[in-house]
T-cell receptor, first 118, second 113 residues
């Protein structure tokens, strides 16, 4: 297992275009998270899946953003009608949490997808 | 006021020095505390995890949590040039249905050879 994989590593797109990012978590991890990080800032929570269920979405996730995790495996994050303000590093992380309850272990992050909207 | 405050640095120290990195926070419900290291253009890497108050040591790293002061610290002993990175603190609440971590802005550390 090589950890959390994200694809592509870099994406340059024109304003108004749609983009889709993929995340492959560590195979036995049941929780998957998307964060966004802009330059000089810490990561900000976007959304979270437990298995295939999307359980929480941040206010940052406007209706132009959609995330899926079919069959509880890989996840995709789509941004429609991209804006320059969407330029950021999009980080995926996964974790294993047996049963219910709060997250008590740290995440394993991928290397991120750097999006530039021109 | 941000929920988590962290001095962005940069903090420059000579090789072998003891480094102290700190975060303050305002949400008394935070119970889980993490420190991550992030190299340029890479994802954050988990260094230390602490639940509630107290100290935790792992090799050259020591994490401290003082909930009464809403203050957490990460100490790095015998710092090396390879420790040069951005250090992020992250915190999460007790069981409230919230599963996300709130990150600080990160402190950029430079260890000079």
């Amino acid at each position: 297992d090589t950890g959390v994989s994200q694809d592509p590593r870099h994406k340059i797109t024109k304003r108004g275009q749609n983009v889709t990012f993929r995340c492959d978590p560590i195979s036995e991890h049941n929780r998957l998270y998307w964060y966004r990080q802009t330059l000089g800032q810490g990561p900000e929570f976007l959304t979270y899946f437990q298995n295939e269920a999307q359980l929480e979405k941040s206010r940052l996730l406007s209706d132009r953003f959609s995330a899926e995790r079919p069959k509880g495996s890989f996840s995709t994050l789509e941004i429609q009608r991209t804006e320059q303000g969407d330029s950021a590093m999009y980080l995926c992380a996964s974790s294993f949490q047996p049963g219910q309850g709060p997250l008590v272990y740290g995440y394993t992050f991928g290397s991120g997808t750097r999006l530039t909207v021109v | 006021q941000k929920e988590v405050e962290q001095d962005p640095g940069p903090l420059s120290v000579p090789e072998g020095a003891i480094v102290s990195l700190n975060c303050t926070y305002s949400n008394s419900a935070f119970q889980y505390f993490m420190w991550y290291r992030q190299y340029s253009r890479k994802g954050p890497e988990l260094l230390m995890y602490t639940y509630s108050s107290g100290n935790k040591e792992d090799g050259r790293f020591t994490a401290q949590v003082d909930k009464s002061s809403k203050y957490i610290s990460l100490f790095i002993r015998d710092s090396q040039p390879s420790d040069s990175a951005t250090y992020l603190c992250a915190m999460s609440e007790e069981a409230s249905g919230t599963y996300k971590y709130i990150f600080g802005t990160g402190t950029r550390l430079k260890v000079l050879a």
